[in-house]
């Protein structure tokens, strides 16, 4: 009974910025690792970044010095600062968590609805 949820897509022009906000809700114990996934048309999805609870984090060689991933635990929120937006970086954005649920015996993986970002001129 987890939901990720998640904003903060939308078009923007080359060499700007967007935010990407993903929450985890639900009858939830404990969240662990958080991450984000792109999928661009005819492309295979590939992991943008990840960050687990103590805040060590990874970003995609393809994103490095321009995108930074971050979260809130006590919102059981993950952040995407996305800048320097390129094109290439135009894909649909997936959020995705492992948690455990309260009377759950171990922690499973859940992925968002995904969200629309755009850059273009």
């Known amino acids: 009974q987890v939901q990720l949820v998640e904003s903060g897509g939308g078009l923007v022009q080359p060499g700007g910025s967007l935010r990407l906000s993903c929450a985890a809700s639900?009858?939830?114990?404990?969240?662990?690792?958080m991450r984000w996934y792109r999928q661009a048309p005819g492309k295979d999805r590939e992991l943008v970044a990840a960050?687990?609870?103590?805040?060590?984090?990874h970003l995609a060689d393809s994103v490095k010095g321009r995108f930074t991933i971050s979260r809130d635990n006590a919102k059981n929120t993950v952040y995407l600062q996305m800048s320097s937006l390129k094109p290439e970086d135009t894909a649909v954005y997936y959020c995705?968590?492992?948690?455990?649920?309260?009377?759950?015996?171990?922690?499973?993986?859940?992925w968002g609805q995904g969200t629309q970002v755009t850059v273009s001129s």
């Open positions: 995705n968590a492992d948690v455990w649920l309260r009377g759950s015996y171990s922690a499973q993986k859940y």
């Open positions: 639900g009858s939830i114990f404990s969240v662990y690792d």
């Open positions: 960050i687990t609870s103590g805040g060590i984090n």
